[in-house]
């Protein structure tokens, strides 16, 4: 009784037009905030750490397949690290070792703060785990003959470095402003 009394006020108070072009307009912001997330994303995985500890001689190995890149696009590449409470320092050292800018492996070892000077964590987080974003390469020119691979360890005294949940590899189309 008190649920069609509910039912028969909101069908009242708004005529069923506009009832309809609210549902279009919610399915519709929907649809695209679910698009423009992957817009350009041609490659994104994951490593799940195993019980949130990395060890220094667990090389991650994130194996790319060309077809899906276009040869006259650039592409940016992301480190995307994800750590959770019992991440003990405000940055990481890693090591890469890629081919996606030569048909010879290129190594580098480089230094990302993962928290600001008052330990407050960059990135985004929700239940305790923090997600962040690391440039790596940008404006990339990558062909489609060739298999690519980026390959990620851990360089830190720890061994095992505790807090790290997921790292990942994320390559996006650079958008030109072209159509």
């Known amino acids: 009784m008190i649920r069609r009394a509910t039912e028969t006020c909101l069908a009242t108070a708004l005529p069923e037009s506009m009832m309809r072009s609210i549902r279009f307009l919610v399915t519709g912001l929907l649809f695209s905030s679910l698009l423009s997330c992957a817009e350009g994303e041609v490659y994104y995985r994951f490593h799940h750490i195993e019980n949130g500890r990395w060890y220094r001689d667990s090389t991650l190995v994130f194996s790319m397949d060309s077809v899906a890149l276009h040869p006259a696009k650039r592409y940016d590449v992301t480190i995307e690290i994800t750590t959770n409470r019992a991440y003990p320092y405000r940055d990481l050292w890693v090591q890469i ?57 851990q360089t830190m005294t720890d061994d095992p470095l505790a807090g790290i949940e997921k790292v990942g590899v994320k390559v996006v189309a650079v958008n030109d402003g072209k159509p």
């Open 97 to 153: 070792n890629q081919n996606l800018t030569d048909t010879l492996f290129r190594s580098d070892t480089l230094h990302y703060r993962l928290a600001d000077d008052y330990g407050r964590w960059l990135g985004s987080g929700a239940g305790g785990l923090n997600q962040l974003s690391l440039p790596y390469l940008s404006s990339v020119p990558l062909v489609t003959t060739c298999p690519y691979a980026v390959h990620i360890r």
